[in-house]
């Protein structure tokens, strides 16, 4: 599967499991083999047993096995047809057993194709998606796709050959009849055709729906903090409420409708049915059919129920599948971050690295830009700040700087080698971002420090020290195994800012930017941070975005942006020379 699903790609996915297929068949058709000769019993019985016409299977059995009474008879056939149900059924179960597995490897694979397309997700695409309506895809429609190969593929193919069996005992105990009820009989499938082609439109507006209700529901309780303190309550779950209210009524449409339109091909079923027996009688008056056959016919009528009943509901469940991987088409339809063939990585082997932007442009919407015709040229081991009015674009270059943007125009250059050569993730690996408003995972102290990286208890320790994080971590009541909570509400702005800061120690980057990384702390804590994270940065390239003076008074060089274009540059002591007051504004 390439990133598509469809209904001939989930069954080219099936024929990739050929010797399970194979044996599942195998397995169906035995199965099949023992319920259809069944109902072949009846005529003996009824036949031979009550009105004395000779079959010669009573006589076989006198002859070859055993001879008794007619109740020995009907006993010793009534044992036999038991233990061929009880083998059909355990046939069964193991046939299921084989499409269970094999659905589950598909929607396996379905899922790790959907997961690693949105692992390289672009961040403008991941910013405008909504978190549950993707979630949704990933389980509510594979769910669906799921159903669909495990329970309803399988049960076709019995479901065919149970039919196909059948016909032909049919049309061995009576031709004449066969032909009437094999040629009437697929009426219903085509007058469930147009009853099911609604239904799909039903299913896709439902699950539209749980989408839509996920959604809400996902960001009310992501944001619950940020609404209880906003005192919104009332608000953001009313609109869960009213998402809740329409996917009630959309799965009440479906469930009545999709139920109705099934039980509607069944009643035209069981109308074909009562004709079929009736025709049956006539058949016993008028011709050579004994009323053991008859009954035996009435037997593969009923046997015939299920699998026609299965058939019908296969071109339900089929539409259903159609719309669910059309849905799910939309997350392999999201843009991706671009694949690089990378040759040279110029962070291999060195300290610190140099960066030069030139000519950069950039926009989130088309004719909007938001950074025009950027140049820079920062030194390697060089410590630059860039500075500037909130909305003039900085945190969006420090986005691009790392990757998470592609430019639209221009070109940045890491060392001598161009970001168009470059992996995002060696420049990820290498150019680490530190933002005003890190993100912390809602587990412990040491995951959100290592993010599952495996470091030595002392290099976490000198992280802590350097991160100013030694009393924070002795507080808590099981230090760095201490759980944290959702998005880190245990600890205070200034002290997840310093969780933060004590990653990119530990990751040991190339480059380091700060983007108002500081600016929860208070100046005290701010200055001795800073004094231990001299050393360690002393040889690194250091980009420092802030509005406090205090913050950037250690830059050899600044940046300041306005309007998304660099009006001015250069060392801070030029800067302020040149224009104090407008300087000190902008910090």
Not at 418 to 435: A, M, P, V
Not at 557 to 569: R, W
């Amino acid at each position: 599967m390439k990133n598509q699903c469809s209904i001939r790609g989930i069954v080219q996915q099936l024929l990739q499991h050929k010797k399970e297929l194979i044996f599942g068949n195998f397995i169906a058709i035995l199965a099949t083999l023992l319920v259809v000769t069944i109902p072949l019993f009846i005529p003996i019985m009824v036949d031979e047993l009550l009105l004395g016409k000779d079959h010669h299977f009573i006589s076989f059995i006198s002859e070859h096995i055993w001879q008794t009474d007619t109740k020995g008879y009907v006993l010793g056939i009534l044992v036999f047809i038991l233990l061929l149900r009880v083998l059909s059924t355990l046939l069964s179960i193991v046939q299921t057993k084989i499409f269970v597995s094999i659905s589950k490897n598909i929607t396996f694979r379905m899922r790790e194709a959907l997961l690693r397309h949105l692992k390289r997700v672009s961040l403008k695409e991941y910013e405008m998606m909504r978190v549950g309506a993707v979630t949704s895809k990933l389980v509510t429609d594979v769910e669906t796709i799921d159903g669909f190969v495990s329970s309803t593929i399988s049960k076709l193919i019995v479901a065919v050959l149970i039919l196909i069996f059948s016909a032909v005992v049919l049309l061995w105990i009576h031709w004449k009849l066969a032909l009437f009820i094999l040629i009437t009989n697929p009426i219903v499938v085509l007058f469930t055709v147009k009853l099911s082609r609604n239904i799909g439109k039903l299913k896709k507006e439902e699950n539209k729906a749980v989408e839509m209700f996920q959604s809400a529901l996902t960001e009310t309780l992501e944001l619950f903090h940020q609404i209880r303190a906003a005192n919104k309550e009332e608000y953001f779950f009313k609109q869960s409420m009213l998402k809740a209210k329409e996917l009630k009524e959309h799965s009440v449409n479906y469930g009545y409708k999709s139920d109705a339109a099934i039980k509607f091909s069944y009643l035209v079923f069981l109308a074909g049915y009562e004709v079929f027996r009736a025709v049956s009688i006539l058949a016993v008056a008028y011709s050579d059919l004994s009323v053991g056959l008859m009954l035996a016919i009435f037997s593969y009528l009923w046997v015939m129920v299920s699998p026609t009943q299965d058939i019908i509901n296969f071109q339900y469940v089929f539409a259903t599948a159609k719309a669910a991987c059309k849905r799910i088409n939309t997350v392999f339809e999201m843009e991706q971050e671009p694949l690089v063939e990378q040759t040279n990585n110029p962070f291999e082997g060195i300290q610190s690295i140099g960066l030069e932007v030139k000519d950069l442009s950039f926009s989130y919407l088309e004719n909007k830009p938001i950074l025009e015709n950027i140049n820079m040229k920062i030194g390697k081991a060089s410590k630059v700040a860039i500075v500037g009015a909130s909305g003039s674009g900085k945190t969006t270059l420090a986005n691009i700087l790392v990757g998470f943007y592609p430019l639209d125009e221009g070109e940045i250059f890491y060392g001598d080698v161009s970001n168009r050569d470059l992996k995002l993730s060696t420049i990820r690996e290498n150019i680490h971002l530190i933002l005003q408003h890190p993100k912390l995972f809602n587990d412990t102290m040491r995951f959100n420090l290592t993010l599952g990286n495996s470091y030595r208890d002392e290099q976490i320790k000198e992280a802590l020290h350097i991160a100013q994080l030694d009393d924070v971590v002795e507080r808590l009541d099981k230090g760095l195994d201490t759980l944290v909570g959702k998005d880190g509400i245990k600890l205070s702005g200034g002290q997840r800012q310093r969780v933060a800061i004590a990653r990119m120690v530990l990751s040991n980057p190339k480059v380091v930017i700060f983007d108002e990384s500081t600016s929860a702390l208070d100046v005290h804590t701010e200055v001795k941070l800073f004094e231990a994270l001299h050393d360690f940065l002393s040889e690194k390239t250091v980009i420092t975005i802030a509005h406090r003076l205090s913050t950037i008074k250690g830059a050899e060089f600044i940046y300041v942006l306005e309007d998304g274009h660099v009006v001015d540059s250069g060392s801070p002591k030029e800067l302020l020379t040149k224009d104090e007051s407008y300087f000190s504004q902008m910090l």
